[in-house]
């Protein structure tokens, strides 16, 4: 049971409920996480903002790769909810279940693909602290730097989203996905 209620969209009102209605109309449902970021409409819309963005036309990171990119976080700060969630993504961005299971422990066969989940875990587990010769490792698998600081979004976004399901234990609306991180 989620530590705060999960506000119904039928509820909601100003720009949370515009918002939980764009999401609804996005998704074709109302995900828990959403429903309880609704409670601060400041907040509803930076999540929803960084989602379109980074996930819109705008972004040079394929749908695929930012998936891939979210479930190794998410097992990292095990967070079951966006594991569950973007693993369902990652299967409908195309991402068979072997390379989301894969992803999930940081790893790909794809060596461009594995030099973003090292980077994206060494940016969570060093907490930023990156240096040098970590940046060179996306170039020379081929990044550009907009890419670069693209997977730094991606795993800003995903830390806040892990965040708040971890913190309110918001109770899961996806399939279940067995972390493999250790507590």
Not at 63 to 90: K, S
Not at 106 to 122: H, I, M, N, V, Y
Not at 162 to 177: E, G
């Amino acid at each position: 049971m989620s530590r705060i209620p999960l506000v119904a969209p039928s509820d909601a009102t100003g720009d949370s409920k515009r918002l939980l209605d764009q999401i609804q109309g996005a998704f074709g449902a109302t995900p828990a996480m959403f429903r309880a970021v609704a409670h601060s409409p400041a907040a509803l819309q930076a999540l929803w903002s960084a989602f379109g963005a980074l996930g819109g036309a705008a972004s040079t990171i394929p749908a695929r790769l930012g998936e891939q990119i979210a479930v190794a976080v998410a097992d990292r700060n095990r967070c079951e909810y966006c594991l569950a969630a973007h693993t369902a993504l990652g299967r409908k961005a195309g991402a068979s279940s072997a390379e989301m299971a894969a992803a999930q422990a940081g790893e790909s066969a794809d060596p461009k693909t594995a030099a973003a989940l090292r980077f994206a875990l060494q940016l969570v587990e060093a907490r930023g602290q990156v240096g040098d010769e970590d940046v060179r490792a996306l170039r020379a698998a081929g990044f550009d730097d907009g890419q670069v600081v693209e997977i730094i979004a991606h795993v800003a976004l995903n830390l806040f989203t892990n965040y708040v399901n971890v913190a309110l234990d918001v109770p899961l609306d996806f399939p279940a996905v067995p972390l493999r991180a250790k507590g």
